[in-house]
Each structure stands twice: as C-alpha cells, then as structure tokens.
C-alpha cells in the first residue's frame, strides 16, 4: 500500500508542474478517487457477497399419520433429493433426519433444511382380519410451513412425483386425506388409494428393493396423470395393467420376475383388484343416529338394514 501512495505523490507532485495540468476539477475529483480503490478493495468495500452461503433454514415441524390402515413401526426420512430427480434415496444418510411411526401411525420430524421429500420403509398395519401385513414404501412432498395432519399415503406416494395429481385427488376428496380414518372416506377417493397399494403388492413380485417399488409407483403416477385418474373399476384396472407392463420391461425394475410373462402378471394384478371391497363412506355412528333416527330400542335387525342401506346411497 506504501508502494501505491508513493507512485500517486511521485506521479501527481513530483515534477511540480503536473498537477497544475489538472485544471478541470472532475480530473481532480477523479484523482483523488483513484487513490482510494486499493484501500476500498483491501478492505473487501465494493467486492459484494456472491460467493457466501445462506444461513441454516428455519427449522420446520411436520406431524401427521402413516395410512394404508395405520402403520406402525415404519422409518420415517426427510430424504434430499437427488439430482435432477423429484426424490431421495430413501435411506438415512448422514445429515439427514429420521424417525420411527408409532403404533397408531402417528410420527413428527422437525427439518432444518429444504430440497427433500418424506419418504417412508417399512412397517406394517392390522388388516380387516386383525393379522399383521407388511407396508408399503410410501413418500409425501414436504411441507414448506410447520404442519400437523400431513399424512403419507398410496396417495400422497403418486403426487410426489407427479404434483399435478393434487387437483384431481383434491376434487375426489382431498390428495392429503388420511384414508383410514374412522370419520370415513370418499368411496372415489378410497377406491383409487386402495388400488394404488394393490398395484405395489403385486409389484414386490418384480423386486423386493423398496426404492425399485417406488420407482414402479412413479411408473403408475405417471399412467395416472396421462389418463386423468378415473375411478371405475374397469379403467383402474387398464391403467394398473399398462404401469405394470411398463414397470416390468425396466430391468432397473424387474430383477426378480422375468421369468413370469406380462400376460400372467397382469392376471395377478386384476384378480387382486377384483379382490377389493367395494368402497364407500363409512360414516361414524353418530350420524346414522342423526339421518336414520336409530335409538336403543331399534331391532339389530333393522339397525343392519339400515347401515346398508346407508352405505348403499354413499356408494361410488
């Protein structure tokens, strides 16, 4: 810095007449102003922030429910995408946070940083007849504020990676909804969820790798989006079937069914479908009270009647 002042007295003072060529005071004002640049950009004045990184983000807390019926016991990740991908690995990775599903469901992260997407393995639920069934790998995209009620569900699994089915699911009863709530569910809605996750048990035939079961999912999300989510039984079974053909000619997929034509897989996946309850709204027992004038002294028999006739109106 001494070697730069020195040249500036040298230049502008030295031969005793030079500055008194400077007779324009912009000249003069530019002068001076050169002479303090290097102290600017010694002291890091002018040069900006560009190469900083921002700060940590604000932590964001998220709760809700793990529904097929409600999955216990399950890994719960707020999984960092991978490049150029809408999802994660789906495994705990350094640096990122996880925990485990309650009995009932239930789970709560609180996530301090951004770009991830919850994604959840294992675990497993009561069926219809009380035994323990194995759950399927599912995925949510993540909240961008504290949220309680985000749940995982087959169907929050098919808009993580095609967003644009929210407002399809929306108009069916909601693309969040928590599907084994005992307040009931849209028959639609539940009818499109029950399908989605009878598509992935026949799917477990093509691999047993969770992250390959979700990339046969985003194979049906997509069949799904293309086709405007219908919600008959005959058009679910056309789209599941065209997935699972797609699904079975990816041998990033199918490593453990090639042996089993598509013909035969297809089979599997519409007898499973036809296996399905056909679904309605299953309202809780205080509304039957209140539409069906039911009261203590109603016959069982009659009180049968009268919550099939109930689901019978709410059907489809």
């Given amino acids: 810095m001494n070697l730069i002042l020195s040249f500036f007295r040298v230049f502008f003072f030295g031969k005793g007449r030079l500055m008194d060529s400077f007779q324009n005071p912009l000249l003069q004002l530019t002068a001076s102003a050169m002479m303090f640049i290097p102290l600017l950009s010694a002291c890091g004045g002018g040069g900006g922030d560009s190469g900083s990184e921002p700060s940590s983000l604000s932590s964001v807390s998220i709760s809700g429910k793990l529904a097929q019926a409600y999955v216990g016991g399950a890994t719960i990740i707020a999984d960092k995408k991978e490049s150029g991908s809408q999802t994660g690995n789906c495994k705990l990775d350094a640096g990122e946070i ?7 469901g239930d789970f709560s992260l609180s996530v301090s940083y951004g770009n991830y997407v919850i994604c959840t393995t294992g675990g497993s639920y009561k069926n219809s007849d009380g035994n323990s069934v194995a759950a399927a790998p599912m995925m949510t995209p993540a909240p961008d504020t504290n949220s309680s009620g985000w749940n995982v569900t087959p169907l929050t699994t098919l808009v993580a990676t095609q967003p644009s089915l929210k407002t ?59 086709n405007d989510v219908p919600t008959d039984e005959t058009g679910l079974k056309n789209l599941t079937s065209s997935a699972l053909q797609t699904s079975m000619k990816d041998s990033s997929i199918n490593t453990d069914a090639k042996n089993i034509s598509e013909d035969s897989m297809k089979e599997i996946l519409k007898t499973a479908i036809n296996k399905l309850p056909k679904p309605c709204r299953i309202p809780i027992i205080k509304s039957w009270k209140k539409t069906s004038r039911i009261n203590s002294t109603t016959p069982k028999k009659n009180w049968t009647l009268m919550q099939r006739r109930h689901s019978a109106k709410n059907r489809n």
């Fill in 98 to 104: 996880g925990t485990t599903s309650s009995a009932s």
């Fill in 168 to 226: 399809k699911l929306d108009e069916l009863g909601g693309w969040n909804a928590d599907i084994a709530s005992s307040s009931g569910v849209p028959g639609k809605l539940l009818r499109v969820a029950k399908t989605v996750e009878t598509y992935w048990q026949v799917s477990t035939r093509l691999t047993s790798d969770s992250k390959k079961q979700l990339l046969a999912l985003e194979n049906l999300a997509q069949t799904l989006k293309d």
